[in-house]
T-cell receptor, first 110, second 118 residues
């Protein structure tokens, strides 16, 4: 089983749509969870951290379910500029090691 | 005022050559990393240094040797390049683990070095 698993997509959605991505992780000892965004031929950038109580940042909402080892990202009112690959990221068995999922591709079309 | 910078951006070389990629961060971070992103877009950590000391060394061939002259720089030297080394290499930096209250801190990535081995 991969340490972090994501549906690779692509998710093709119209502008204004709501889209949700899911991710599962295998290491029950993980303490830190993130969504990173990577544009084509660019570096990954932090989109948001994911907290146990769930958190929201504008149109983006992240949820964590520790019991099921499951993380989600909800994007409301999709914009063309949201088109990117979304990487689910979990810290590894020790310290600062981050384990990245393979990413979910989102394409928002007008 | 780029936070994490890498040089070169593109590197095309022949099999068997030795090459280096340089990374510098001006964020004042103590911890730096090298990642490899292959053709399938999987991003995997290779090395991590904390204040010039190696703390993570994943299963990477000995041909890859990181060098940290000071905590703002982490260079990657690759000997005897092979076709399979073709990938994008990203440098990143963060505060040390523990400074985030027991949580892993945000990592800031450089723009990447696209290595092509012919």
């Amino acid at each position: 089983r991969k340490e972090v698993e994501q549906d690779p997509g692509p998710f093709n959605v119209p502008e204004g749509a709501t889209v949700a991505f899911n991710c599962t992780y295998s290491n029950s000892a993980s303490q830190s969870f993130f969504w990173y965004r990577q544009d084509c031929r660019k570096e990954p950038k932090l989109l948001m951290s994911v907290y146990s109580s769930g958190n929201e940042d504008g149109r983006f909402t992240a949820q964590l379910n520790r019991a099921s080892q499951y993380i989600s990202l909800l994007i409301r009112d999709s914009k063309l500029s949201d088109s990117a690959t979304y990487l689910c990221v979990v810290n590894g068995p020790y310290g600062n090691k981050l384990v990245f999922g393979a990413g979910t591709i989102l394409r928002v079309k007008s | 005022d780029t936070a994490v910078s890498q040089t070169p951006k593109y590197l095309v070389t022949q099999m068997g050559n030795d090459k280096s990629i340089k990374c510098e961060q001006n964020l004042g971070h103590d911890t730096m990393y090298w990642y490899k992103q292959d053709s399938k877009k999987f991003l995997k950590i290779m090395f991590s240094y904390n204040n010039k000391e190696l703390i993570i060394n994943e299963t990477v061939p000995n041909r890859f040797s990181p060098k940290s002259p000071d905590k703002a720089h982490l260079n990657l030297h690759i000997n005897s390049l092979e076709l399979g080394d073709s990938a994008v290499y990203f440098c990143a930096s963060s505060r040390p683990w523990g400074e985030g209250g027991g949580r892993t801190d945000t990592q800031y990535f450089g723009p990447g070095t696209r290595l092509t081995v012919l």
